[in-house]
């Protein structure tokens, strides 16, 4: 996560990228929960998930590596929190070169040594 976002900025980009890396990758979520009465409640990933942080040109170096090492990127574009229509924030984003994007926020999914040889060197976001 960039590492200057805090509050409300924080929660949305975090809960962006959660929300399309479960539907990229259904295989994550675990089996349905049930409580004691049987009622089921819906599975949930059950991995860890380390929440770091780095600046900006941290985070494009991180999923340019990544990408580079075989894992899929869940990249999170500053530009859509400038925004609440979809529709402006692709619209702003057909505009900008690869090597100018700046991110909220990525996530890194594939194999758990790999991405812990990109992200060794990062700090746990508080």
Known sequence: ??????????????AVI????????????????????????????????PMLCASQAGLVKIRREALDNGCDVV????????????????????????EDMKYTGIALIGQKKTIGRIVRNLELLR
């Open 18 to 49: 959660a929300l399309t890396v479960g539907q990229r990758h259904p295989v994550l979520v675990g089996e349905p929960l049930a409580d004691a009465s049987g009622f089921s409640h819906p599975g949930l990933i059950p991995t860890g998930i």
């Open 1 to 14: 996560m960039d590492k200057t976002l805090n509050g409300g900025h924080l929660a949305n980009a975090i």
């Open 75 to 98: 990249d999170f574009p500053i530009q859509g929190q400038q925004t609440k229509s979809y529709s402006e924030f692709i619209e702003m984003t057909e505009h900008i070169r690869p």
